[in-house]
């Protein structure tokens, strides 16, 4: 499992960086129902990913701009799939799918904008889908180009958080936070009814903490 990166320190309070790893997952056997040894083993999942990106802190360390693209190559990629049985049943057992490639794009902001107020931003882009996954659904069903399950292809937040004191051994603290989710399937069959549409999801918190730390109240 080698790993190779390079960091170049470009000017103060910025850093690029490129990244080269191989990764895997060693192969096994599953135990159960099934009758044939093509059924029964799977083989190891290997993994080549690349990075690249820039850690970046600015305005007197107050704000903090992190970016990065990365690039993830799956060769005999490890997948739970429903096998058919001789007896007209089906199981769900641990297969090798094929190639996968994931890649994308994430963004993460940070900023002081006070001494009390706190912001912050995130994005990610993913593109994740089987380049090839042969007899996925039975002989000749195949689910090449299909997208790899829990994988939404936008999701991003935003959220800020206020912290001053209230007296002398109180302070306050409240925090209030919007994120996104795009739609995506939880089966790599792609199937309609496999579908989640996309969500948000919008929390707040408020309360109170000793300024020694011993204890804390929140209201969520």
């Known amino acids: 499992s080698p ?6 320190f470009a000017a103060d309070g910025l850093m690029v960086y490129a990244k080269y790893a191989r990764g895997f997952k060693s192969g096994g056997w599953n135990v159960d129902f099934l009758r044939t040894f093509e059924q029964i083993a799977f083989g190891d999942e290997q993994v080549d990913s690349y990075e690249l990106g820039i ?8 704000a903090r701009l ?10 005999d990629f490890q997948v739970f799939q429903f096998v058919p049985l001789s007896n007209g049943g089906t199981v769900l057992t641990l297969t090798n799918a ?6 994308g794009l994430e963004v993460d902001v940070n900023v002081a904008a006070t001494d009390w107020l706190t912001l912050w931003a ?5 593109d994740a889908t089987f380049d090839s ?3 996925a659904g039975g002989p000749g069903v195949n689910y090449d180009g299909n997208a790899l399950p829990d994988a939404p292809e936008n999701a991003w937040s935003l959220g800020a958080e206020i912290n001053t004191p209230m007296g002398a051994n ?8 919007y994120s996104y989710r795009d739609d995506f399937f939880t089966n790599a069959n792609n199937a309609a009814n496999t579908a989640v549409e996309s969500y948000d999801i919008i929390n707040g918190r408020v309360g109170l903490r000793t300024n020694d730390g ?3 109240a929140f209201l969520w």
């Open 3 to 8: 790993m190779a990166g390079l960091n170049w």
């Open 55 to 62: 850690k970046s802190d600015f305005w007197d360390g107050r």
């Open 66 to 75: 992190n970016v990065a693209a990365y690039r993830s190559d799956y060769t």
């Open 98 to 103: 094929g190639e996968v490639t994931t890649q």
């Open 122 to 126: 995130t994005y990610g882009y993913t």
């Open 133 to 135: 996954f042969k007899d």
């Open 170 to 177: 109180l302070e306050l603290i409240a925090s209030h936070d």
């Open 214 to 216: 011993r204890w804390e």
